[in-house]
């Protein structure tokens, strides 16, 4: 039986992508680059460093600064990219938004009796700052952030650490994510059963139950497998 549910934030609970997009372009056209592949090289500059700072070769704030000097192809101190970083944080904290499925969701699955978390590949502070901003902090019961464990998803050693801080055995606890790899193929290597958030329908075969949108969710369910 269940007894907690832990959530992915970022393009889970909130759309992280739109919000990100959005301040790229708006933060690039200001230094004047432009074009329609903006928001998708900003991306793939994230990913990279990002994926950096969880296997702990980089700091936080260092794989901010090398985000943009990989976008910029430019040489920068480290003064020069925390500056220009902040210029597109300001626009990426303005447009955090809550998918509308997010809270009904999440006291659906602490009417079902369930401890709800949320465990997320980011720094403590920042995604506090996010729940709290957005209101979603008064739902969840536990922020678990890969900034405070041994390393972060999809190591199983992120999920193995967070069922720790629960006092459960992993087979109690529930993934809930839109990344198959990061969200899916971490939790199940780690013992948890998890279950996949598609919205947009494009992956057809994660190996885990796959819901469309956070509405499909049937926690007493859940709660009995």
Known sequence: MLNAVLFDLDDTLVDQVTASGAAVVAWAAELGVTGPDVATRWAAASERHYARYQTREITFGGQRRERVRDFLGATLTDGEADELFAGYLRRYEDGWTVFDDAVPALRRARAAGLTVAVLTNGDETQQRRKLDRLGLAPEIDVLIASSALPAGK???????????????????????????????????????????LDRAGVHPDPGVPVVRDLHGLDFPLLRRR
């Open 154 to 196: 999809p190591d199983p050693r992120a999920f193995a650490a967070a069922v720790g801080l629960l006092g459960l055995e992993a087979e109690r606890a529930l993934m809930v994510g839109d990344s198959p790899d990061k969200d899916v193929r971490g939790a199940v290597a780690a013992g948890l059963p998890a279950v996949l």
